[in-house]
């Protein structure tokens, strides 16, 4: 299950954020009231947003905080063709993330003049490629896919950065989205502020357009990017970067982060 969770990783991770297949995880309500309160997840790798139709996203990875900042246990998780599924009982209020995080390695090779490739984690690497392979080119990769609840009033608990690779730090918080604003969010790498990163964000529902409606952003110097939300819907939230700052020695690493935001009517 581990390798086949890594394995899916590391396929999409590699397609990037532009690429037609995307990462996501969707509540089944974003904002709710009431001193305790159930949400139901569903976590998937689609071509259309938000529709079950390639491939479930596996939960070895899943981390879910709470208000306080410590860890919730997900609970009738459960993985079927096409989605993976959970659930998340809600007992103190305050914002909650839920996140699945993945790293592992990709490379390429060539053993006797035949091309390879490899998929795993770092520490294999070095057992399970030949010593003899020739022209190894490594790209380690690590991919954050996340997505946000509220019970009650909203804070920011939940949301301290683990200060490796992408993630968002929320000058706007992500349950306080309303159609005709704009919300600002500043992207960070290993916890530092990201400068012009290219940014994708997508409303959910394109197999009903004739458009998908993609909005082209790139972060300031100081790693923000204002977003606008003309209308209310569901939006895919997408960023990757590659730099030489990998933990292998001689590899690439490439960072990827994804999220799911719902903004409602005013």
């Known amino acids: 299950m581990r390798l086949v969770s890594l ?24 904002v709710l009231s009431g001193g305790d309160a159930w949400v139901a997840l569903d976590a998937a790798i689609s071509n259309d947003l938000f529709v079950f139709e390639h491939m479930p996203m596996r939960l070895n990875g899943l981390v879910v905080t709470g208000p306080d900042g410590t860890a919730v246990t997900p609970e009738n998780t459960a993985t079927s063709k096409f989605r993976s599924t959970f659930d998340l009982h809600l007992i103190k209020p305050g914002s909650y993330r839920a996140a699945v995080v993945n790293d592992g390695v990709m490379a390429s090779y060539k053993l006797g003049g035949q091309p390879k490739r490899w998929r795993g984690r770092a520490e294999a690497m070095a057992r399970e490629i030949p010593a003899d392979a020739q022209e190894v080119k490594v790209t380690e990769i690590t991919q954050r896919t996340e997505t946000f609840v509220t019970l009650g009033k909203p804070d920011s608990g939940a949301f301290a950065p683990s200060g490796k690779g992408l993630e968002l730090r929320f000058d706007t918080h992500p349950n306080n989205l309303a ?48 977003v606008p939300f003309s209308q209310a819907g569901l939006y895919w939230f997408g960023a990757e970067t590659q730099d030489d700052k990998s933990s292998i020695p001689g590899a690439r690493r490439r960072a990827v982060y994804n999220a799911t935001f719902e903004v409602l009517p005013q």
């Open 179 to 226: 159609a005709g604003e704009a919300a600002r969010f500043t992207l960070l790498l290993d916890g530092v502020p990201a400068a012009n990163v290219a940014i994708e964000v997508v409303r959910g529902g394109s197999r009903y357009r004739d458009k998908s409606e993609e909005t082209k952003l790139t972060t300031a110097t100081d790693g923000s990017v204002t």
């Open 7 to 30: 394995v899916t990783a590391l396929t999409i991770a590699l397609a990037g954020p532009a690429a037609a297949h995307r990462a996501w995880m969707l509540p089944s309500s974003t």
